[in-house]
Structure formats: structure tokens, C-alpha cells
């Protein structure tokens, strides 16, 4: 998995006033988990703009000055009328030890079933994983060229060595479902076929006649 390197700056001061200072600065109080005791830092809005607005996940080099810690985001707060960060966690990672992650999702591949006028659902965008962080991917591709109208790949179908899938195994990731318009030519096409069949036993009864 890509790497990003995001700079904090450790917290001399902490509670709702300090908060609120780093705020008005553009600052959001963000804490990381995962060592010996939580670090409490802040962090700027520009350095977390490459986290968040995209659909991409890293792993992150979180520097404190000048101390890296390698991390994960775990959870993000935000302001629920202004676009503002209000608190982030981080997770440090340790080589020997799993971390649970959010992976996007990568279709891959033309589908069958769309040549037939059917249609590709993609139910799970990103899926729940637990690895070692040098086993992350990226992304989890996922090829749909086989899938004709009405088939789907659950989670069950996947195999990926080094990652264990977290999702229930029943769920849907990406299926091909039919669309009304394509629904609406197969009723029609069996109604010619249905009259066609009757026009010929009416014709076979008036010779037989």
C-alpha cells in the first residue's frame, strides 16, 4: 500500500479552549493510539486534504516533530454544518501486528450480462479487512467479465492470501441485474414467440380440417 507523509505538531496544552484555538488556525486536535500512551498533536486542514478528499486509503508516515510513527486514519469527526475537521484519530502500526482497514474497491473487466442489456450493481465500494500493513493492497480487484444477468460475487468468493475478509461472506460486492427496458424486451419477445406458436397449431388445425 502507498505511503503518505502527514506533519503534526505535539500538544503542550490540551481541553475545549486549546481545541478551539487550533481551529480558528486551521488546526484540528488529533490523537494517535496505539503505543505505549496516546500522543495528543494537531494537525493542519492542508495536510489532512490528501486523506480525505480522496477515494484512495494510505498508510501514513506521520511525523511529529521530527519523530515518524507509522499509522493508519482510523476516524475522522467533522463539523456537522461547516467544512471543518473537528478531531482526527490515528492507529500506529507495528510490522507483527494485524491492522483492520477500509480497502476500495476496483472493477475490473467488461461484463457479459451487459452485452444482453443488463446492469452492474456495485454494492460494497471498499471492504473491511484485517493484515499485516506489508500485505495491504491498494486496492481489491475485482474482474466481473464472466458475470452474466442475475449472477453476483459475494464475499465468500474471494480468496486473497494475507488478508482476511471482515465483511459477512453473504454479502454482495458486485452483481448484474436486469433493466427495466431489457425486462420489457424479454416479455415481448416470448409474447411473439407465444403467438407465433399459436398462429402455427391454428395452421396446422385448418389443414388437418
Do not use: C
Not at 480558528?24 to 486523506?51: C, M, N
Not at 452492474?120 to 486496492?139: E, G
Request: a negative charge; glycine letters at 8%; proline letters at 4%.
Amino acid at each position: 500500500m502507498k505511503s503518505v507523509v502527514v506533519k503534526g505538531e505535539l500538544r503542550s496544552s490540551l481541553g475545549k479552549k486549546d481545541a478551539k484555538k487550533l481551529r480558528a488556525e486551521e488546526k484540528a486536535p488529533a490523537v494517535l493510539y496505539g503505543g505505549d500512551q496516546p500522543i495528543h498533536f494537531a494537525v493542519s486542514f492542508a495536510e489532512l486534504r490528501q486523506l480525505v478528499y480522496t477515494p484512495n486509503v494510505y498508510l501514513i508516515d506521520l511525523d511529529l516533530d521530527g519523530t515518524v510513527h507509522k499509522a493508519i486514519m482510523q476516524d475522522i469527526q467533522w463539523h456537522p454544518v461547516e467544512e471543518m475537521v473537528l478531531h482526527v484519530d490515528f492507529l500506529e502500526i507495528k510490522d507483527d501486528k494485524p491492522v483492520k482497514i477500509n480497502i476500495p474497491v476496483k472493477i475490473e473487466g467488461f461484463a457479459k450480462g451487459l452485452r444482453k442489456g443488463g446492469k452492474l450493481n456495485t454494492t460494497l465500494r471498499r471492504l473491511s479487512v484485517r493484515a499485516l500493513a506489508a500485505n495491504l493492497p491498494d486496492t481489491i480487484n475485482i474482474d466481473v467479465t464472466k458475470l452474466d444477468i442475475g449472477q453476483s460475487i459475494k464475499v465468500a468468493d474471494l480468496d486473497i492470501p494475507g488478508i482476511e475478509l471482515l465483511d459477512p461472506k453473504s454479502n454482495v460486492i458486485v452483481g448484474v441485474g436486469i433493466t427495466r427496458a431489457a425486462r420489457s424486451a424479454a416479455g415481448a419477445m416470448v409474447d411473439e414467440e407465444e403467438e407465433e406458436s399459436a398462429e402455427g397449431a391454428d395452421a396446422s388445425e385448418a389443414s388437418e380440417e
